[in-house]
């Protein structure tokens, strides 16, 4: 789609949405992880950047992205198979860790079926993603209970109208959009969780059908509100 469409700003403005709402809603890591991810960042951002910049997204560049897009061919790939099924086959050591290995080339077969399976992709509109973030209270009854608290704040983000903002309020379906369904969870640490299955497949086209194929597989008795 980018050779054929080039960069497009909804692309990355979906992108940039999706991380803001990922850095917002961040869970909490452990200290040995989170420490080390920050030394890490050092190498890449500013000591005052290393905090959001894997995250936020604030400059735009289609020539970069071109640039890139240079190097991402069929015939410049390198795929690594791992397996135990290899074992016995390799013809190479390497000379750190002692790792049995060998070389040969991709077959012409798979570099055609790479080439025939990256034309059939095909762009979808420019409808902006929508990002739902729900918080609620809870009492230490309902907890106990594992039942839904007060809704202290519905906050619809991301191309969905402002004017449509509620509050203390059940929320109800939304126009044309997936069902909102319900299942108790102990912390504050589902958002990141739940996005995880849908960013891998960007361009899906039929986000609702796997909205909810993913909730009804996730909750044993799902409950709509």
Same mark, same amino acid.
């Given at each position: 789609?980018?050779? !054929?469409?080039?960069?497009?700003?909804?692309?990355? =403005?979906?992108? =940039?949405?999706?991380?803001?709402?990922?850095?917002?809603?961040?869970?909490?890591?452990?200290?040995?992880?989170?420490?080390? &991810?920050? $030394?890490?960042? #050092?190498?890449?951002?500013?000591?005052?950047?290393? #905090?959001?910049?894997?995250?936020?997204? *604030?400059?735009?560049?289609? &020539?970069?992205?071109?640039?890139?897009?240079?190097? #991402?061919?069929? &015939?410049?790939?390198?795929?690594?198979?791992?397996?135990?099924?290899?074992?016995? =086959?390799?013809?190479?050591? %390497?000379?750190?860790?002692?790792?049995?290995?060998?070389?040969?080339?991709?077959?012409?077969?798979?570099?055609?079926?790479?080439?025939?399976? $990256?034309? !059939?992709?095909?762009?979808?509109?420019?409808? !902006?993603?929508?990002?739902?973030?729900?918080?609620?209270?809870?009492?230490?009854?309902?907890?106990? @209970?594992?039942?839904?608290?007060? #809704?202290?704040?519905?906050?619809?983000?991301?191309?969905?109208? %402002?004017?449509?903002?509620?509050?203390?309020?059940?929320?109800?379906?939304? *126009?044309?959009?997936?069902?909102?369904?319900?299942?108790?969870?102990?912390?504050?640490?589902?958002?990141?969780?739940?996005?995880?299955?849908?960013?891998? *497949?960007?361009?899906?086209?039929?986000?609702? @059908?796997?909205?909810?194929? *993913?909730?009804?597989?996730? !909750?044993?008795?799902?409950?709509?509100?």
């Amino acid at each position: 789609m980018l050779r !054929t469409e080039g960069p497009q700003r909804w692309i990355f =403005q979906e992108l =940039q949405e999706l991380w803001r709402i990922a850095f917002r809603f961040k869970g909490k890591d452990t200290p040995q992880s989170y420490v080390r &991810d920050l $030394a890490g960042m #050092l190498h890449l951002f500013p000591f005052q950047d290393v #905090l959001a910049g894997p995250y936020l997204l *604030e400059e735009y560049r289609p &020539d970069l992205i071109n640039d890139l897009l240079h190097y #991402l061919r069929p &015939d410049n790939v390198r795929i690594a198979v791992v397996a135990k099924r290899f074992m016995g =086959q390799a013809d190479s050591v %390497e000379k750190w860790y002692g790792t049995q290995y060998n070389l040969e080339p991709i077959p012409d077969s798979v570099m055609q079926d790479c080439v025939a399976e $990256a034309a !059939t992709v095909r762009p979808r509109d420019g409808a !902006t993603v929508g990002a739902v973030i729900i918080i609620m209270r809870m009492d230490s009854g309902d907890v106990a @209970r594992g039942v839904p608290g007060t #809704l202290e704040n519905f906050c619809l983000v991301s191309g969905i109208d %402002e004017a449509k903002r509620l509050s203390n309020v059940v929320p109800a379906a939304l *126009e044309g959009s997936a069902k909102l369904w319900w299942q108790f969870v102990g912390a504050f640490n589902s958002w990141d969780e739940f996005t995880k299955t849908f960013r891998a *497949e960007f361009a899906s086209i039929d986000s609702k @059908r796997r909205l909810k194929e *993913e909730l009804e597989q996730r !909750t044993q008795h799902p409950r709509k509100i």
